[in-house]
């Protein structure tokens, strides 16, 4: 009798399993098919939530209008003043939808992330302007961006955090490793300079041209493998000296009130946040384009010199979201956050973007060198020296952040009335004649 039961319990036992399993596939497809029909919405919200995170962005409105003027070709003050507007937004897009990516890609990766897309409004602008061989306006706009992330950017740091503190310290470890490296990338375009001109003196200069690409060339190589070692040094070998940067104290400690930040709510998940980055820099490729396009009418039209256009307008464009970054955390008390975005950046330009422009040029057969003249070299070694001077004693106030912010003042006067057609050759023979 008990094995008649237990025969007649098999079919039943298999029917409950079968019955489960059609449970578990159904609830699985249905699971699937709400995904897919909940698509559009969460699209919508991450959309909106990504939108109201920042009031600039109320300046993608731009963004259309840029692109409509550029395709129907309207007048080139109106192109490059909506592209120039529109490109704001979108850099502050870029930089978040970078930051949230890099979050979720650990440390090393993230690190490399932040390299590669932290100054991309710069890169890609630069490589539409090499596409179009206007080799002085790549070279403007990374020096620019240089100069306006030590001097601009860190200015309004020490400013804005000087008027809320009486005095902000920082790391000297790592300030003065930034200041190494950018010593490092100031020489790296004093020499080109200096062997220019020597080469300008001895009598025959029929390689002259070759010389300097040739120089330019491998230095750029070893200023790429300098980037590699520092990004290794920075997150890997001697991470904990860039500890305190990475992780800002907060709270009222004597009160026993949090240890550390709390840890940052995310918006987008990785897929979102790689599907923002194409987009924002597909639409930041296309409003570039047009930009730089509009150089050329822009300077016969207001006299302006593309080495101005390059130098000054395009860098506060490309650097606005690090900017607002930067000064907020200062005004927070978080200086050694603050220099890090601010000289980390131009590090990122010196021995990561001009390097790789460079090779990409040789890629191209676009002569694009290193060798900068001899008047943006010494503007760039000055205000190197002007912020090491500044930060090597590890304190700030307001004081020093006016001396940065009147020297950048004082090279943007320089650079306004720097004429784009400077004959180095004929000054340095005027010289020898002399």
Known sequence: MSGLDITNSLPEADEREALIGDSRRNSTQHKREQHWSNWPAQAVRLTWATLARDYVNILLVFVPLGIIAGALKWDSTAVFVLNFLAIVPLASLLSFATEELAATLGQALGGLMNATFGNAVELIVS??????????????????????????????????????????????????????????????????????????????????????????????????????????????????????????????????????????????????????????????????????????????????????????????????AEHVTAVVVAYKGKMDLAIGVAIGSSLQIALFVTPFLVILGWIMNVEMTLHFHIFETVAFFISGLVVTFLIQDGKSNYLEGCMCLGMYLILALAFYVYPDSVDEDALFHAAKLR
């Open 127 to 320: 490589i539409v302007a090499l596409k179009d061989h206007q080799i002085r306006v790549v070279q403007a706009s990374m020096l620019g961006s240089i100069l306006s992330n030590i001097l601009l950017v860190l200015g309004c740091c020490f400013l804005v955090g000087g008027l809320r503190f009486p005095e902000q310290s920082f790391n000297t470890t790592v300030a003065s490793t930034m200041s190494s490296l950018m010593t490092v990338s100031t020489a790296s375009l004093i020499i080109p300079a200096t062997l220019y001109a020597s080469l300008s003196s001895a009598k025959d200069t029929s390689h002259k041209t070759e010389d300097i690409l040739f120089l330019s060339h491998w230095t750029a190589i070893i200023l790429l493998v300098l980037y590699v070692i520092y990004l290794f040094f920075q997150l890997r070998s001697h991470a904990h000296f860039f500890e305190e940067v990475n992780n800002e104290p907060t709270g009222d400690l004597e009160n026993g009130e949090g240890e550390g930040e709390p840890e940052e709510e995310h918006i987008l998940n990785p897929v979102a946040a790689s599907v923002a980055l194409v987009v924002v820099t597909i639409l930041v490729a296309l409003c570039a384009d047009y930009l730089v396009g509009s150089i050329d009418s822009i300077v016969e039209k207001t006299g302006m010199s593309r080495t101005f256009i390059g130098l000054i307008l395009i860098p506060i464009v490309g650097n606005a």
